[in-house]
């Protein structure tokens, strides 16, 4: 059987060769560094952080990140093995020695009698002939490998400053201050939550969004462009204190139910999945910090007491538009000899990155299920492959609005635990369920014999 060729032995790219190893597949991974060099990294390692050195919450029962962790590490993950050994205190989070981490995960895969590495840079994609292919290059993809994948997927663009808007869970938007209604009752008439704003309410908010505090570029970020259709909403308003009400903010085609006065301003909230839990604020991408957007996105009427499940952000992304471009199993659609893991798949975060991963590795190991949407794993894969809106596309961390709902009434206190105890029973039943289809090989957290060359 031919190897599997990995490009990319970031957090992805070194998690889906860990996966399809200990399943007894051959893998070469492709890593340009220290041949090229990226504006970020500063070693050759596998895995290395360029950014901060925390994996966020660890707490598997109450928050979504920590869940997924703990079905990481259930399936056999490296990146949370070496991540559990190289911690370091941070209270309910993970954060990790990250020249202890990389150098782990390193020479786990180094190590490995299945894995060879080759030191280059592609500059093309590999044919057909070569067998599956996994595309793991993340952020720092090289230009000449943008250009390849561009014309691989029919994609306009893959390298920008990505403006990210925040995304708010529906149960959190006050509906006796909102409404549904689309501009003119266009299309279904009812697509879109609108929150009115008077004209005092407007200038003050205009206010807070122009002196809130705003994060810098990177170095090797200020010479990526952005997009004049999807400026940060801060950059519109500084061309003008009425420019929002003109644009994104515009009141026009609606009518408040709730009051007979019609609003001065109105801010639209769109559906952002197909399962109707998640609304992204129409235009309001920002580079406002995290801090101050929940403090200033907050005197929006209807959006008080509002759950942001992302906020928002502008920084240099390369994702391609997964819900449009892949198959269920991450495959590239106009060519199933190839596979996209990691960020590049349209998910935000190091733990995101590696889960795709980690998918990716099992499923070019012969793995036909995916795991079920109620699981962590399942719920983000299901998202970037389809449960996202593919014309307005944008990267996404884990979070519990990608779950289904719960089954009957629960208390809001409880529906976390609920959501991450139905989420581990269901993973246990896809793991047991982890038999290769072509080679009836057991996966290796089900195996009497694991290979681990560093234990």
Not at 158 to 164: E, G, H, V, Y
Not at 383 to 404: K, Y
Request: with cysteine; hydrophobic share 40%; proline share 6%.
């Amino acid at each position: 059987m031919k190897p599997v060729h990995i490009i990319g032995s970031g957090l992805a790219g070194s998690e889906a060769a860990w996966q399809l190893a200990q399943a007894g597949r051959s893998v070469v991974v492709h890593e340009m560094r220290p041949i090229r060099k990226t504006e970020a990294h500063q070693t050759d390692k596998c895995a290395e952080l360029v950014c901060s050195n925390s994996f966020r919450s660890d707490d598997s029962v109450n928050n979504a990140v920590g869940l997924l962790h703990e079905e990481m590490r259930r399936a056999g993950s490296l990146i949370m093995r070496e991540a559990d050994a190289h911690k370091l205190p941070a209270g309910s989070a993970l954060a990790v020695d990250r020249e202890g981490f990389s150098q782990g995960v390193t020479q786990a895969l180094q190590c490995h009698p299945f894995i060879r590495f080759e030191r280059e840079e592609l500059t093309v994609l590999p044919p057909p002939e070569y067998g599956d292919i996994i595309i793991a290059t993340g952020p720092l993809t090289s230009q000449a490998l943008s250009d390849a994948i561009l014309y691989a997927t029919g994609e306009a663009y893959l390298s920008f400053f990505d403006a990210i808007a925040p995304i708010v869970l529906k149960d959190s938007i006050d509906m006796n201050v909102a409404w549904f209604q689309s501009r003119y009752d266009k299309g279904e008439g009812a697509d879109y939550i609108n929150c009115p704003l008077s004209q005092e309410q407007y200038y003050a908010f205009i206010d807070a969004l122009l002196d809130g505090q705003k994060t810098e570029f990177r170095e090797w970020e200020k010479n990526t462009p952005y997009f004049e259709g999807c400026l940060p909403v801060e950059v519109m308003a500084e061309r003008g204190r009425e420019t929002l009400r003109f644009g994104p903010m515009k009141p026009v085609g609606l009518k408040n139910p709730h009051r007979v006065e019609q609003p001065f301003a109105v801010v639209q909230l769109r559906q952002d999945n197909k399962l109707g839990t998640l609304y992204n604020m129409v235009g309001f991408q920002t580079k406002l910090k995290y801090g101050e957007q929940q403090r200033v996105l907050r005197m929006i009427p209807g959006l008080e007491n509002a759950e942001f499940v992302r906020l928002g952000g502008l920084h240099r992304n390369t994702f391609i538009n997964s819900p449009r471009l892949l198959t269920g199993d991450l495959r590239l659609k106009a060519a199933l000899h190839i596979r996209f893991a990691g960020q590049i798949t349209g998910v935000e975060g190091y733990v995101e990155s590696a889960a795709i991963g980690l998918l990716a590795g099992r499923f070019a190991a012969g793995q036909v299920t995916p795991p079920p949407p109620t699981t962590a794993l399942g719920s983000l894969l299901a998202h970037i492959t389809g449960g996202a809106e593919s014309r307005h596309f944008q990267p996404m961390n884990i979070n519990f609005g990608l779950f289904p709902t719960l089954s009957g009434k629960v208390r809001k206190d409880r529906r976390a635990e609920r959501m991450t105890t139905r989420a581990k029973e269901d993973l246990q039943q896809w793991l047991r369920s982890s038999v290769d289809s072509n080679t009836g090989n057991v996966h290796p957290e089900h195996s009497a014999v694991v290979l681990d060359p560093i234990a």
